[in-house]
């Protein structure tokens, strides 16, 4: 279920631009000479609202500078104009100016060093605060510009795909445009008035032009392929779940009833006892619910251990996957829960009200 909901769940939920005013652009060939020619053109085209984009990496810290750390941690470099995508919230220092992507101001080199904001739990473990230096073993050298607010999170690779990374304990880094590392995903918001297949029709012509390579979709045929691709996949477990729910269904109707015609003297002192045929009913139905409640939570739990929590490490960072216990999710397991209840219930009230005490009691 989740894997089917996730792209409504997780996408939706962190994307800060309206899905269907966002163009994904994968551009295979971005080292193209003429892609700078094909990005100017496009943008003057007054079609788009900015060309951004992000990409995930890891940095190696030098052990002269930072403590011991020798393992590698997560940062994402991203593009100007990602802040219109997915606010960024800055809670010390600075996000990036226009000035911090630009390849004549940020070379890597110790008076021109690239800018990179930190996670909250980064900053923290390694001591940095902004204005600090940071040096890695590839001899690059960074200057941190803002620490960001705890559970920052950001998207893993593409938007559609509905991974989340949480980078308390990771990076974020000005791109500056290389050709030796491009971007592959590009986004751009839609200018007001223009309709989306009008420009994806003249961005394929533009790179037509150029002899790029792109492939143009707003974020919701996206998200909508994604979901399409998701059921066609599972509608065939999602089919044996239901015959299995059913199934279940049935014999826990069958298996209260048996339950209540097993203590059937006991329930028939009770009822000649004077109690009455409510109290009876909602003892056994609190017996009954008891025992489903403790299931469902049993399920749930080990639910969790194999989702891991929905947590994927990487690095140093953890990512929520397709794969984790979301609200939604565990709301749905709640209304097929008590779908499932209410049979038996219902069942339990229906044969308890043909019975009598005397019957009960005596037999025949």
């Given at each position: 279920?989740?894997?089917?909901?996730?792209?409504?769940?997780?996408?939706?939920?962190?994307?800060?631009?309206?899905?269907?005013?966002?163009?994904?652009?994968?551009?295979?060939?971005?080292?193209?000479?003429?892609?700078?020619?094909?990005?100017?053109?496009?943008?003057?085209?007054?079609?788009?609202?900015?060309?951004?984009?992000?990409?995930?990496?890891?940095?190696?810290?030098?052990?002269?500078?930072?403590?011991?750390?020798?393992?590698?941690?997560?940062?994402?470099?991203?593009?100007?104009?990602?802040?219109?995508?997915?606010?960024?919230?800055?809670?010390?220092?600075?996000?990036?100016?226009?000035?911090?992507?630009?390849?004549?101001?940020?070379?890597?080199?110790?008076?021109?060093?690239?800018?990179?904001?930190?996670?909250?739990?980064?900053?923290?473990?390694?001591?940095?605060?902004?204005?600090?230096?940071?040096?890695?073993v590839n001899d690059k050298y960074y200057k941190v510009v803002g620490i960001l607010e705890p559970n920052s999170k950001w998207f893993y690779q593409t938007v559609s795909e509905g991974m989340i990374m949480v980078i308390d304990n990771a990076v974020m880094v000005a791109y500056v445009n290389d050709s030796e590392n491009p971007i592959m995903h590009y986004y751009s918001i839609l200018n007001d008035n223009v309709n989306s297949d009008d420009a994806i029709y003249?961005?394929?012509?533009?790179?037509?032009?150029?002899?790029?390579?792109?492939?143009?979709?707003?974020?919701?045929?996206?998200?909508?392929?994604?979901?399409?691709?998701?059921?066609?996949?599972?509608?065939?477990?999602?089919?044996?779940?239901?015959?299995?729910?059913?199934?279940?269904?049935?014999?826990?109707?069958?298996?209260?009833?048996?339950?209540?015609?097993?203590?059937?003297?006991?329930?028939?002192?009770?009822?000649?006892?004077?109690?009455?045929?409510?109290?009876?009913?909602?003892?056994?139905?609190?017996?009954?619910?008891?025992?489903?409640?403790?299931?469902?939570?049993?399920?749930?739990?080990?639910?969790?251990?194999?989702?891991?929590?929905?947590?994927?490490?990487?690095?140093?960072?953890?990512?929520?996957?397709?794969?984790?216990?979301?609200?939604?999710?565990?709301?749905?397991?709640?209304?097929?829960?008590?779908?499932?209840?209410?049979?038996?219930?219902?069942?339990?009230?229906?044969?308890?009200?043909?019975?009598?005490?005397?019957?009960?009691?005596?037999?025949?």
């Open positions: 279920m989740q894997a089917v909901v996730n792209s409504n769940i997780s996408a939706n939920s962190e994307l800060d631009s309206n899905p269907k005013r966002t163009l994904h652009m994968l551009i295979q060939n971005e080292d193209s000479k003429y892609f700078s020619k094909f990005k100017e053109e496009l943008l003057n085209a007054n079609l788009v609202n900015g060309l951004t984009g992000w990409r995930n990496s890891d940095l190696t810290p030098d052990t002269r500078v930072i403590g011991d750390t020798e393992d590698d941690f997560d940062s994402v470099e991203l593009a100007k104009g990602c802040e219109n995508l997915k606010k960024i919230n800055v809670a010390t220092g600075r996000y990036f100016t226009d000035a911090d992507f630009r390849k004549e101001n940020a070379t890597g080199s110790k008076s021109k060093p690239f800018l990179m904001i930190l996670g909250s739990e980064f900053a923290n473990n390694q001591n940095l605060k902004v204005g600090d230096s940071y040096h890695d003249k961005i394929n012509k533009i790179a037509k032009k150029y002899n790029i390579v792109v492939e143009a979709k707003t974020i919701s045929t996206e998200l909508n392929e994604t979901y399409s691709e998701s059921v066609s996949q599972d509608i065939s477990w999602v089919i044996f779940s239901l015959i299995i729910l059913v199934f279940v269904t049935i014999g826990t109707s069958i298996l209260i009833v048996s339950h209540m015609y097993m203590r059937k003297n006991e329930i028939g002192i009770r009822m000649a006892c004077g109690y009455s045929f409510k109290k009876v009913l909602l003892l056994l139905w609190g017996e009954f619910l008891v025992v489903s409640i403790l299931a469902f939570l049993s399920a749930l739990l080990i639910a969790y251990i194999s989702c891991s929590g929905g947590k994927e490490i990487i690095y140093s960072a953890y990512y929520f996957s397709s794969f984790h216990l979301s609200y939604g999710i565990v709301l749905i397991g709640i209304g097929i829960f008590l779908l499932m209840c209410i049979p038996s219930l219902l069942v339990l009230v229906f044969k308890l009200r043909k019975v009598q005490p005397k019957d009960l009691i005596g037999g025949k």
